[in-house]
């Protein structure tokens, strides 16, 4: 019996099984937890649908984030399934492919600001406000993805540096918010992975090269791994941690220099 057995789990943005939501739901389904998904239009319902029956999974509902009326038909339809639940994994980010192209006071605009924001950062607000009903008494984890441009000016990376950075101030002030009724709140700052997502990213190739060469691990971080890093958040092993940033990143985010 896995150490997530009798647990819930609510997994938002999954789209490809080289994602690293399907790493998670990998990971805390071997550990024994229920999952249900959402789909975030037509296109993609039978993919995501094919990848919860591989994890025993027949809940997967429509919802895109960036609509408020979606995000509370999408928790209506889970208590229509559950009771309750236990766990929220957040993998949703988008900016405009324009914003992701060259210098950074060149390619930002306020529309393409605005939608880093909202679809990157607000929506995890967004669904931890719909979902507090189903959240209440079960001392629940919620769980989003960020990335070391946050905190570190990356080439190209541009507006999106931004909104991970709001991101993980919106998960401090959630998990202050959000901790006297026992939920906990945290974030894992993956390392770069060749994901469908990060494929949007120039020079996606030289940066796993770079962090092989420098990562005290000498070595790229899998979906694997952030997956079970994540299983480990969202279970009563992690029950004193809310509010962090955990990386899993090979250790690249500790190296300040490396000579030879």
């Not at 929220?88 to 006071?105: C, F, K, M, N, T």
């Not at 393409?112 to 189903?134: E, V």
């Not at 420098?214 to 997956?227: M, S």
Request: proline share 3%.
């Amino acid at each position: 019996m896995g150490f997530l057995a009798g647990k819930r789990a609510v997994i938002v943005g999954l789209a490809s099984n080289r994602s690293i939501a399907w790493g998670i739901a990998q990971a805390l389904r071997a550990q024994g937890a229920e999952l249900a998904f959402n789909y975030q239009s037509e296109k993609l319902q039978g993919r995501v649908e094919k990848m919860a029956a591989e994890l025993d999974s027949d809940i997967v509902l429509p919802m895109d984030v960036s609509d408020d009326a979606q995000i509370d038909s999408f928790c209506g339809g889970i208590a229509k399934r559950w009771d309750g639940f236990d766990i929220l994994i957040h993998s949703v980010a988008y900016a405009p492919a324009d914003q992701l192209e060259g210098r950074y006071l060149d390619a930002v605009n306020r529309e393409g600001f605005r939608i880093a924001h909202d679809i990157s950062s607000y929506s995890f607000a967004a669904l931890a406000k719909a979902a507090r009903p189903l959240l209440a008494d079960r001392q629940a984890s919620l769980l989003t993805l960020t990335y070391l441009g946050a905190i570190r000016a990356m080439p190209s990376y541009n507006v999106m540096g931004l909104a991970k950075a709001s991101l993980e101030a919106n998960t401090r002030f959630m998990a202050y918010d959000l901790g006297p009724d026992g939920i906990r709140v945290n974030a894992i700052s993956a390392g770069p992975i060749r994901t469908l997502a990060a494929s949007g990213i120039k020079g996606m190739r030289q940066m796993l090269e770079k962090v092989e060469e420098t990562a005290p691990l000498k070595r790229n971080v899998t979906i694997e791994d952030v997956g079970n890093a994540a299983a480990f958040l969202s279970s009563d092993l992690a029950a004193g941690v809310t509010g962090q940033v955990l990386y899993v990143d090979a250790g690249y985010s500790i190296v300040g220099m490396e000579l030879g």
